[in-house]
């Protein structure tokens, strides 16, 4: 092996985010004939200024760490295979099955907004609720899961590197998409979640790894920073997104939840993609596309305002924008106020309708003619 094939990855001890278990399994398997090396740093922060110093080639980041201290210089070019970003719940019961007022510890306002979704007949709380919460991770989740035990509180949310960071194999339930199952809530994860981004300098030689490396991942992440960066600030930790690189196969395959909308007598013939030729075929199977979900939950978990795109690879960066260009019309219709119906007919109309709703506890009457999200879900 020559010295050309031997890289040095500068590794910070497991922070609870998956990353640097992620990253020894990989410096492991020696990939593609590459030679590997370890070099264990104490912190994260010593870990870069060694990288940009070249005292090493690669440092694994989490997507949410570079997402929040992007440093020129640096460059992200390099996804390992996405894990599963999907958070879950630690506890006796599924999400459906919680005793009627349970307690349930979500680990982030946006997962506690969409468990209250799913189950507004339990009580949903934050760790910074509770009295005597540890600051560390792995301590924190030490504590809740002794808490569970002790019969305080029936459950509470983490991430799968934290669950396995447990002295004992406690019961977890996957608060999945659940694209097989209408009849189970759905979890759309936060964004950023479960990627592994292994940093070098901008002149490293990344065209040795276009083997070991995801690409379908790293474009994933570059489309879901660029989501994340259309948004508000404010918003940003109120939303849940997934942006997945999918055979249309698979698409075609989700019978639960969205999967209904798709059942064509033939899907593969009918789902064509845009084309200005007279013979436009519909897709092969194992096309790859696009899939992004975007949504955000008002807090009392009543509203969901959200947008689900598919689209072929090359319509990317405009099908990304768009998404967001939607979302943000639905959220601005959601914050408006609206106005009484006047006209004869359509007012009628709305009469009943808002009764109807009214009449199956769907709409108080106090919101009628109040907007959907109010100030203090954005806050």
């Given amino acids: 092996m020559s010295g050309d094939d031997r890289f040095e990855i500068l590794l910070c001890p497991e922070m609870g985010d998956?990353?640097?278990?992620?990253?020894?399994?990989?410096?492991?398997?020696?990939?593609?004939?590459?030679e590997l090396v370890e070099k264990p740093v104490p912190h994260l922060?010593?870990?870069?200024?060694?990288?940009?110093?070249?005292?090493?080639?690669?440092?694994?980041?989490?997507?949410?760490?570079?997402?929040?201290?992007?440093?020129?210089?640096?460059?992200?070019?390099l996804v390992l295979p996405r894990r599963e970003p999907t958070r879950v719940l630690v506890g006796e019961n599924k999400p459906e099955y919680i005793p009627k007022n349970g307690i349930i510890i979500a680990d982030c306002e946006m997962v506690?907004?969409?468990i209250i979704r799913s189950r507004k007949d339990i009580q949903v709380k934050l760790p910074s609720e509770l009295d005597g919460v540890p600051d560390i991770n792995f301590e924190r989740v030490e504590w809740l899961e002794d808490l569970r035990q002790k019969g305080e509180i029936d459950g509470y949310v983490t991430t799968r590197a934290l669950h396995a960071s447990l002295p004992s194999r406690a019961r977890r339930h996957t608060l999945g998409m659940q694209r097989q199952d209408d009849t189970?809530?759905?979890?759309?994860?936060?964004?950023?979640?479960?990627?592994?981004?292994l940093l070098t300098r901008e002149d490293f030689p990344a065209s040795r790894f276009s083997?070991?490396?995801?690409?379908?991942a790293a474009l994933s992440l570059r489309l879901e920073m660029t989501i994340l960066d259309s948004i508000e600030e404010n918003m940003r930790d109120k939303v849940a997104l997934i942006v997945e690189q999918r055979k249309v196969r698979t698409i075609l395959q989700d019978v639960g939840n969205r999967g209904r909308s798709?059942?064509?007598?033939?899907?593969?013939?009918?789902?064509k993609t845009f084309t200005s030729t007279e013979k436009s075929i519909g897709p092969k199977d194992s096309d790859?596309?696009?899939?992004?979900?975007?949504?955000?939950?008002?807090?009392?978990?009543s509203v969901t305002t959200s947008v689900e795109r598919i689209f072929p690879i090359e319509e990317s960066h405009s099908g990304a924008q768009n998404l967001v260009f939607n979302w943000k019309q639905i959220l601005k219709i959601a914050r408006e106020s609206p106005e009484e119906e006047k006209r004869g007919r359509?007012?009628?109309?709305?009469?009943v309708y808002i009764e109807d709703l009214v009449s199956h506890g769907r709409l108080s009457e106090d919101r009628i003619h109040s907007p959907l999200f109010k100030e203090e879900d954005h806050e």
């Fill in 45 to 77: 922060e010593t870990a870069i200024q060694l990288l940009t110093e070249g005292h090493g080639d690669m440092v694994p980041v989490s997507a949410k760490w570079w997402y929040e201290n992007r440093t020129k210089g640096l460059s992200s070019a």
């Fill in 18 to 34: 998956g990353v640097s278990t992620h990253a020894q399994k990989f410096i492991d398997s020696s990939p593609d004939g590459l």
């Fill in 262 to 271: 798709l059942g064509f007598e033939n899907p593969l013939t009918e789902w």
């Fill in 288 to 301: 790859p596309r696009i899939d992004i979900i975007l949504e955000t939950v008002n807090k009392d978990g």
């Fill in 346 to 351: 359509m007012k009628e109309m709305m009469d």
């Fill in 211 to 216: 083997k070991v490396i995801d690409a379908g």
């Fill in 184 to 197: 189970r809530s759905r979890f759309i994860p936060l964004p950023l979640e479960g990627y592994t981004v």
């Fill in 112 to 114: 506690k907004r969409q």
